[in-house]
C-alpha cells in the first residue's frame, strides 16, 4: 500500500516523519460506520487565529476516513485528499456512496467544490470559476447547494448561497441579502438550514436562517439573545438542531447546545455547561450519538469523541492526534433523502408580493399594538443605497406590496407625524413569483396570527416604487364591506 505524509507542506511533513505517523492512501471501498473528517495541523489555531474569509478556508487542511470501532491504537487513518493541498468541509450523501467537499489542488489555487465516488475514489470537479467556493452539501432533488464568495459592490465580499446540478450546470443563486451565508445543511422537511450574518450597513449578529431549497421563505431559525457566536453547522438529529456557541470573553471555551425542531427560539439547552474545554464541530452518529470535536482545556488539539444524549456526557474517545485538530466529523451512512417541498420560483417573472398582518404587533414591546401609544401610519422600503418608496398602513395595521425580485430590502415603520417607530428591519428578499408574508415586526415568530383576513387584502397591492395600487381584492365573493 502507498504511503503518503498527511500534509503537503514540508514542515508538517518532517513532523510525520519524526513521530512515524501517517496517512494511508485508499485502496479499498469505505465501509458504512467509518467517520470522514477534515484533519488540521495543530499549530492552526481554531480558535483565534483568522482562517480566511468568515474562517472558511484553512490552508493545509486534509479530508481523511478512520474506522473508529477498531480503537485508537489500531485505526489507520486513510488520505481521501491526496491529490489536493488543502481540502476540508465533507459531507456524504444520503445514500452514503460520494462525498462532496471543498478544496484546492495546489497552494494559492481558488478553492472549488469536488464530489468523490467513496467506491472508485474518483473525483470530479464540481464548480470552476474565480471566486472561492465552500460547505457544499447534497440536497434533496440530487443537486448541490454551496456558499461562493462574492465581490458585492456594496457590501463587499460576503459568501452567497448557491445550488447546481452534480456536474456543475444550472447554476443558480438562493440568498441576495447583504449577508454571508454558510455552513449549510439540509433538514428532513426538506429546507436548508445557513449561517447568516449581516455584512452591511452594519455587521449584525451570526444567526440560523432557513429557507426552502429555490431560496424563498427566508426566515429566522435560531438567534442568541446574548454575546453567544455560532460558530458552524447545525445538525438535525431526532427532533433536534445542534450546533457550536463560543463566548467572546472567553475564547477558548465553547459549547455544544440545541434547539427544538418545532420551536427553536424558546428551546434552548446548553449540554456541554458542565463540561470544561471547547467544542468545535457536530453531526449525528450512531445509536443516538453525536459525534464531536473537542479539546480538553489543557490538550493541544481538538479530537474526535461521541457524545451521549442521555448522559450529556462525552462517553466514547474514538480517535486524536496532538500534531493534529479533527474536525468536521461525518458518519459514512445512508440517510433518509429529506423531503422534496414544491418550488414556486418562475423566473419569467420579474417580481414578488409581500404581506404584513400587522405592522403594530411586535415582541419588543411585549407584543403591545401600539409603541407607546402610538401607531402605524405609513411603511418606508429601502433598498441597499436609498429608499424605494412610502406605503400607507390600514387600519389593522397590513400593508400589501409588490417589489422587484432578487432585491434586497428591509423596513422601517413612522406614525402619522412621521417619527420612527420601529426599524430599521432585517434584510429580507423575495423570488421571481414569490408570494410571502409575516406576522408583524419583531413579532413573537413562533406564535401563529390571528386567524383573519387583512384589510390590505381587501384595499389592494401597492406597487412599488410607482405608488400604484391593485383593484381591491374580493375574498369569496365579498367585500371587506360585506364582511363587517
Not at 444550472?170 to 454558510?182: A, D, H, M
Not at 433538514?187 to 452594519?202: A, H, N, T
Not at 445509536?287 to 462517553?315: H, I, P, Q, R
Request: hydrophobic share 35%; glycine share 8%; net charge negative.
Amino acid at each position: 500500500m502507498k504511503i503518503r505524509s498527511k500534509i503537503g507542506i514540508l514542515s508538517v511533513f518532517l513532523v510525520a516523519l519524526a513521530t512515524g505517523i501517517f496517512w494511508l492512501s485508499p485502496d479499498t471501498r469505505l465501509e458504512k460506520g467509518m467517520v470522514i473528517v477534515t484533519a488540521v495541523p495543530s499549530g492552526i489555531d481554531l480558535v483565534n487565529d483568522d482562517l480566511g474569509v468568515d474562517n472558511r478556508y484553512i490552508v493545509g487542511s486534509q479530508i481523511i476516513a478512520l474506522r473508529t470501532d477498531a480503537g485508537n491504537d489500531n485505526t489507520e487513518p486513510v488520505l481521501l485528499s491526496e491529490d489536493f493541498h488543502s481540502a476540508r468541509a465533507p459531507e456524504v450523501s444520503y445514500n452514503g456512496e460520494k462525498m462532496v467537499f471543498s478544496g484546492q489542488r495546489e497552494n494559492g489555487d481558488t478553492w472549488q467544490i469536488y464530489a468523490m465516488d467513496l467506491k472508485s475514489f474518483e473525483v470530479k470537479q464540481i464548480t470552476d470559476g474565480k471566486e472561492h467556493c465552500t460547505d457544499p452539501t447534497w440536497m434533496p432533488d440530487g443537486r448541490i447547494a454551496f456558499s461562493k464568495l462574492t465581490a458585492d459592490k456594496i457590501a463587499g465580499p460576503i459568501h452567497r448561497l448557491f445550488a447546481c446540478e452534480p456536474g456543475g450546470e444550472g447554476l443558480i443563486q438562493l440568498t441576495y441579502n447583504p449577508n454571508s451565508s454558510i455552513a449549510a445543511s439540509i433538514f428532513q422537511d426538506g429546507r436548508i438550514l445557513v449561517l447568516d450574518e449581516q455584512k452591511y450597513p452594519e455587521k449584525g449578529q451570526r444567526k440560523l436562517m432557513a429557507m426552502r431549497i429555490d431560496g424563498t421563505k427566508s426566515e429566522l431559525f435560531y438567534e442568541n439573545a446574548g454575546t453567544k457566536e455560532i460558530t458552524g453547522k447545525g445538525s438535525e438529529a431526532g427532533e433536534e438542531v445542534f450546533f457550536i456557541e463560543k463566548e467572546p470573553e472567553n475564547p477558548n471555551r465553547s459549547s455544544l447546545v440545541s434547539v427544538k425542531l418545532g420551536h427553536p427560539l424558546s428551546s434552548y439547552m446548553n449540554l456541554s455547561k458542565h463540561i470544561p474545554g471547547a467544542f468545535n464541530s457536530v453531526s449525528p452518529g450512531q445509536d443516538g450519538s453525536l459525534l464531536v470535536s473537542y479539546k480538553k482545556e489543557n490538550d493541544d488539539a481538538f479530537g474526535l469523541y461521541t457524545f451521549d444524549l442521555e448522559k450529556l456526557a462525552l462517553s466514547e474517545f474514538k480517535y486524536n492526534n496532538p500534531d493534529y485538530h479533527f474536525i468536521e466529523p461525518v458518519l459514512v451512512s445512508e440517510r433518509d433523502v429529506p423531503l422534496k417541498l414544491p418550488e414556486i420560483v418562475d423566473v419569467s417573472k420579474e417580481k414578488g408580493r409581500l404581506l404584513c398582518l400587522n405592522t403594530n404587533l411586535s415582541n419588543d414591546s411585549n407584543g403591545s399594538e401600539t409603541y407607546e401609544g402610538r401607531k402605524t401610519a405609513r411603511v418606508q422600503v429601502y433598498g441597499l443605497e436609498k429608499m424605494i418608496g412610502e406605503v400607507p398602513v390600514e387600519e389593522d395595521g397590513s400593508f400589501y406590496i409588490e417589489i422587484d425580485a432578487d432585491t434586497p430590502v428591509r423596513f422601517q415603520t413612522v406614525d402619522s407625524k412621521g417619527d420612527v417607530l420601529r426599524g430599521p428591519s432585517s434584510w429580507i428578499w423575495v423570488r421571481p413569483n414569490e408570494k410571502r408574508s409575516c406576522i408583524g415586526c419583531h413579532e413573537d415568530r413562533e406564535l401563529a396570527p390571528e386567524n383573519k383576513v387583512p384589510d390590505a387584502l381587501y384595499a389592494g397591492m401597492m406597487k412599488l416604487p410607482e405608488g400604484e395600487r391593485t383593484d381591491a381584492i374580493i375574498i369569496n365573493g365579498n367585500t371587506k364591506e360585506d364582511e363587517e
